[in-house]
C-alpha cells in the first residue's frame, strides 16, 4: 500500500484474516442455534418430542413399539421393500416385475396415493405386504402425538379401503423417528420398520444392470432393502434393472420375502 494509506504488516493481515473465517463460522454456527432455538421452542408435553401424553391413562394398544432395521438370521433372506406409492407408471411396472418373477414384497403406502389411485393395487397385492408411510409423506417427527395420530389413521384408513387389507407395519418418511411417532405406532399396533441397505440409482446414472450388480453384491442375510415405486427418472434405474437384481440375488441362493415373513422366520431360528 501507499504509505500515506498506511502500512499492513503480516501479522496484521493474518488477523484480519482470522477474524473474517471467525465471522464466517459464527455465521454458520449462529444458522444452526437459530434452528436449535425454534425445536426447542416445540411444546415438550405432548409435542414432537414426547412419547407420552397428558397424565390420564395411555391408550395405547399393546404397549410395545418394535424398531427393525433388518434381523440376524442364518438364511438367506432378503424383505425387498418399497415407498412412497402407489403412482401410474411406477406402481405397475414394479407388480409387473414382481409378478413375472414371483417375488413378495412390502409396499409403504402414502395415504392419499392410496386413495386417489386405488385401482392400480386393488386385487394385486394378493403375495405382497402393505404398511404404512403417512397420509402425505410429511415429516411425522415434527407433528404433535395427535396430529400425527391422526395422519397415520387416515392413512391406515385409506391403505385398507385401497388394497383390502389392514397395514401392521409403519415406515415414517425418510425414517424420521419422533416421541409423537412411537405413541401413534403404539396406538395403532405397528411395528416400525426401517431399512438395512437402500438403492442408489443416483449413482449409477442410466446404468440399470450396474446398479443391480451394487445391490446384489451388498445384499446380507436378513437385510431389508428399500426402493421406491414413485419418484424422478433417475430412480428408473432400479426398477428398470429389478429383473438383473432379482436374478442376481437368487443366484447368490437369496430367497424373497416380505418383511413380516422375514420377522417370523428370523424369530424362531
Not at 2 to 25: E, H, I, K
Not at 65 to 75: F, I, K, L
Amino acid at each position: 500500500m501507499a504509505d500515506g494509506m498506511g502500512r499492513w504488516s503480516r501479522r496484521a493481515v493474518l488477523r484480519r484474516t482470522a477474524l473474517l473465517a471467525g465471522g464466517v463460522a459464527l455465521g454458520a454456527v449462529g444458522a444452526v442455534q437459530t434452528t436449535w432455538i425454534a425445536d426447542r421452542r416445540l411444546p415438550i408435553a405432548g409435542g414432537p418430542a414426547s412419547a407420552t401424553l397428558g397424565s390420564h391413562y395411555q391408550e395405547v394398544g399393546a404397549g410395545t413399539v418394535e424398531a427393525v432395521w433388518g434381523v440376524h438370521t442364518s438364511e438367506r433372506l432378503l424383505a425387498l421393500t418399497f415407498d412412497d406409492g402407489p403412482l401410474p407408471q411406477w406402481t405397475p411396472m414394479v407388480l409387473d416385475t414382481l409378478e413375472r418373477y414371483d417375488v413378495p414384497a412390502t409396499f409403504f403406502m402414502v395415504g392419499i396415493r392410496a386413495r386417489d389411485n386405488a385401482p392400480l393395487v386393488r386385487g394385486r397385492m394378493g403375495r405382497h405386504e402393505v404398511g404404512n408411510h403417512s397420509w402425505a409423506h410429511h415429516d411425522l417427527a415434527r407433528m404433535d402425538a395427535h396430529t400425527a395420530y391422526d395422519d397415520l389413521r387416515r392413512s391406515h384408513d385409506a391403505i385398507t379401503r385401497a388394497t383390502g387389507v389392514a397395514p401392521r407395519l409403519l415406515r415414517p418418511p425418510w425414517g424420521h423417528l419422533g416421541g409423537a411417532v412411537l405413541h401413534a405406532a403404539a396406538q395403532l399396533d405397528y411395528r416400525l420398520v426401517l431399512w438395512t441397505l437402500q438403492m442408489v440409482e443416483g449413482q449409477f446414472p442410466n446404468d440399470p444392470a450396474g446398479h443391480a450388480r451394487r445391490i446384489v453384491a451388498d445384499v446380507q442375510p436378513g437385510t431389508v432393502l428399500l426402493g421406491h415405486d414413485v419418484g424422478t427418472k433417475q430412480r428408473l434405474v432400479a426398477l428398470r434393472g429389478l429383473p438383473d437384481m432379482i436374478t442376481g440375488l437368487r443366484a447368490r441362493g437369496y430367497t424373497f420375502v416380505t418383511v413380516s415373513e422375514l420377522l417370523r422366520r428370523a424369530a424362531v431360528e
